[in-house]
């Protein structure tokens, strides 16, 4: 009976068959016919009137399922994104599996690979490893061209998803714009490049410092998590570095490698904005804390942003040109810059 009307073919309104004629119907007890009634009553979908009979109240339809996987979920910027997404998709017919890839591109494909087997009907997807060849991009093509896909923190250059990220290059370049203006002659960025957003992030930086001969460049790529000691062993190399050697200034691909600069400053006396003036990207949680100047990323609004995306892109069954939007970060600046003479 409720198949019928999920189907359509009872609607809102139709009058049921008595219990005798139910029973006869489905070969069942009247006793089961009954109880089957009852709990269709409880639950919403029928509607009992004394002396006319029994009829259709509402029809509910199973919320479909809609997969949002984050590189990580308990901590940083990605809860809010999440909360976001589901605000999003909170009053729609669709309800959301969350995934934590845990930074890893056997897991992210594990369960990509699982959803599209479960039928889900979009994917909201914040790749993991995106700068790299282990990165799941050939995946990720095929699934968009039937599954409505909407990639975020990570341009993939996907034709069939659609993709939402910040102006991740130009916040690179405001940042070396603006130690240039502050005076600073040795710079420094320190990035995560297996993250395409951080990568980009630390072209623009380099890009802009390389177009004044005069100033002195330190490119610090890693590859491990931000919090590692391996990060923290780099910062302080090259923190150690002769006193007119060391950098006056630093950009950090996240607030995350920022935090390693504070710690690593701190283990050898420097003081930030003193002897070096720091900037980070994301705005976390910890950065008002650190007076830490950074670009802030929408996180909840962009979560929203991203199901909105792709609740449009299922609307269109997936046949509209699969848009690109790009948010832009704002500076906030804080007590970790210094003029320097």
């Not at 919320?63 to 809010?80: R, V």
């Not at 914040?126 to 599954?147: G, R």
């Not at 930086?205 to 390389?210: N, P, S």
């Not at 630093?250 to 504070?262: K, R, T």
Request: hydrophobic share 40%.
């Amino acid at each position: 009976m409720l198949d019928q009307m999920k189907s359509g073919d009872l609607k809102k309104g139709d009058k049921l068959l008595s219990e005798n004629q139910l029973a006869e119907y489905f070969s069942v007890s009247r006793q089961t016919v009954r109880k089957a009634l009852f709990e269709l009553e409880k639950e919403g979908y029928l509607l009992t009137r004394r002396g006319s009979g029994t009829y259709v109240k509402s029809v509910k339809k199973d919320k479909e399922n809609i997969g949002i996987l984050t590189q990580s979920l308990t901590d940083y910027i990605f809860p809010f994104i999440v909360m976001g997404t589901e605000e999003k998709l909170k009053n729609t017919r669709y309800k959301s599996f969350i995934g934590n890839a845990k930074n890893d591109p056997i897991l992210e494909k594990e369960i990509l690979e699982r959803w599209v087997d479960q039928g889900v009907k979009g994917l909201i997807v914040d790749p993991v490893v995106s700068a790299t060849k282990q990165a799941n991009t050939n995946l990720l093509k095929e699934i968009s061209k039937d599954i409505p896909t909407i990639i975020i923190n990570s341009d993939l250059d996907i034709p069939h998803a659609g993709t939402l990220v910040l102006n991740d290059y130009e916040c690179g370049a405001f940042a070396a714009e603006k130690y240039i203006e502050l005076g600073h002659k040795r710079l420094a960025v320190i990035y995560k490049a297996v993250h395409k957003a951080a990568v980009e992030r630390a072209e623009g930086f380099i890009d802009k410092v390389k177009e004044n001969k005069k100033l002195i460049l330190y490119e610090i790529p890693f590859h491990s998590q931000e919090t590692s000691d391996t990060v923290l062993n780099l910062i302080l190399s090259l923190l150690s570095l002769p006193k007119d050697n060391i950098p006056t200034a630093i950009f950090c691909s996240n607030d995350l490698v920022a935090m390693q600069v504070v710690i690593a400053s701190k283990k050898l006396r420097l003081e930030i904005p003193k002897d070096i003036s720091l900037i980070g990207f994301d705005d976390a949680d910890f950065a008002q804390a650190l007076e830490l100047s950074t670009f802030r990323h929408p996180k909840q609004q962009f979560g929203e942003k991203a199901a909105q995306m792709l609740l449009k892109m299922i609307e269109d069954n997936n046949n509209g040109k699969a848009e690109k939007v790009v948010e832009k970060a704002e500076f906030i600046e804080r007590n970790s810059l210094l003029k320097r003479n």
